[in-house]
Nanobody
């Protein structure tokens, strides 16, 4: 089955950096767009960044442009989110997500990781 496992969250001071990772399995990773979302307390989940299957195209929410960078390593089935110049308002649970067909299936579905907490605090 499809599994997405995030890691790398934690507590960081404003202006600091963190790098999140998401290890994927259960589908052909290199064929699918990967996304990072986040959800802050009391707010709806929002798209933070996305990357094309080959990694040549990326997109970002306006709130993180110029500070965050999404990348992927298709050999390692892993997508990353480098977060720099972190702000208080970046505090949220960060989720890795994709719409993909599991190995052995032709039916795509939306899949989510369990999330990793990022807290920006002084």
């Amino acid at each position: 089955q499809v599994q997405l496992v995030e890691s790398g969250g934690g507590l960081v001071q404003p202006g600091g950096s963190l790098k999140l990772s998401c290890a994927a399995s259960g589908f052909t990773f290199s064929r699918y767009v990967m996304n990072w979302y986040r959800q802050a307390p009391g707010k709806e989940r929002e798209l933070v960044a996305g990357i094309s299957d080959g990694g040549g195209s990326t997109n970002y929410a306006d709130a993180v442009k110029g500070r965050f960078a999404i990348s992927r390593d298709n050999a390692k089935n892993t997508v990353y989110l480098q977060m720099n110049s972190l702000k208080f308002e970046d505090t949220a649970v960060y989720y890795c997500s994709t719409v993909a067909a599991p190995d052995g299936s032709w039916s795509p579905g939306r899949y989510w990781g369990q999330g990793t907490q990022v807290t920006v605090s002084s």
